[in-house]
């Protein structure tokens, strides 16, 4: 019974930090937004992650998230693959693609911008690259609070690059409540500071 009541009381603190962050993303300004997402650029661009690897798996970003389509511009300036999801229908998975403009983009799952699968090229090879991951909230350890639908907790859990997720500053918090098999990604990028989380953090049980 204890076990119930704490995963119910789990659900209720997951959804309210949902909201609390939903809404401030929602009062952001546009214009304090739009620096933001440019100093979260420049600070994921200075990562030796993102010089090393010549492959970005990059969420597309919605009006709420850090923009990524600059992200994408710089990428792609910089010779580098940029590899996109794909929700696959009826399943909690993700298929990437690689895209080479935005035209290869048209509208999908949740009214999110998705790959074109019949003008892309699916990538399978998930052993090495820079996987870019959104959250809602981040927590000092690196461990993310998404929408709670579960795609990228499944990919991450058989991804064997480097992860990176971007936030702003003000959706971070100390502690955040996770599970045994969570991930955490292995560097937090704010407008603010990048933060690398500690190897002996990595493991779940210690978004």
């Known amino acids: 019974m204890s076990a119930i009541v704490k995963n119910y009381n789990i659900k209720e603190i997951k959804t ?15 214009g304090k937004k739009n620096v933001f997402d ?7 661009l200075k990562l030796n992650e993102y010089k090393e690897n010549d492959i970005l ?6 009006e709420i998230e850090v923009d990524t389509y600059g992200i994408m511009a710089q990428c792609w300036q910089d010779g580098k693959t940029v590899a996109v999801p794909r929700c696959v229908p009826g399943t909690r998975d993700m298929e990437f693609y690689r895209i080479r403009q935005r035209e290869d983009l048209e509208e999908g799952t949740f009214g999110v911008m998705e790959p074109i699968v019949s003008q892309c090229e699916k990538i ?41 997720g971007i936030c702003y500053a003000e959706c971070v918090q100390w502690n955040l409540p996770h599970g045994y098999f969570d991930r ?3 560097v937090l990028v704010t407008e603010n500071y990048i933060r690398r989380i500690s190897k002996g953090r990595k493991k779940g049980g210690a978004r």
Do not use: M, W
């Open 124 to 164: 399978t090879d998930f052993s090495h690259g820079l996987c870019v991951v959104p959250g809602l909230c981040f927590d000092a350890k690196g461990f993310r609070l998404g929408y709670g639908k579960g795609y990228y907790d499944r990919f991450l859990s058989g991804f064997q690059g480097s992860t990176a």
């Open 16 to 30: 309210s930090l949902r909201k609390k962050y939903r809404s401030y993303r929602e009062a952001l300004p546009t």
């Open 57 to 62: 798996f990059l969420y597309v970003s919605k």
């Open 38 to 44: 440019a100093s979260i650029k420049h600070n994921l």
């Open 184 to 186: 955490p990604v292995d």
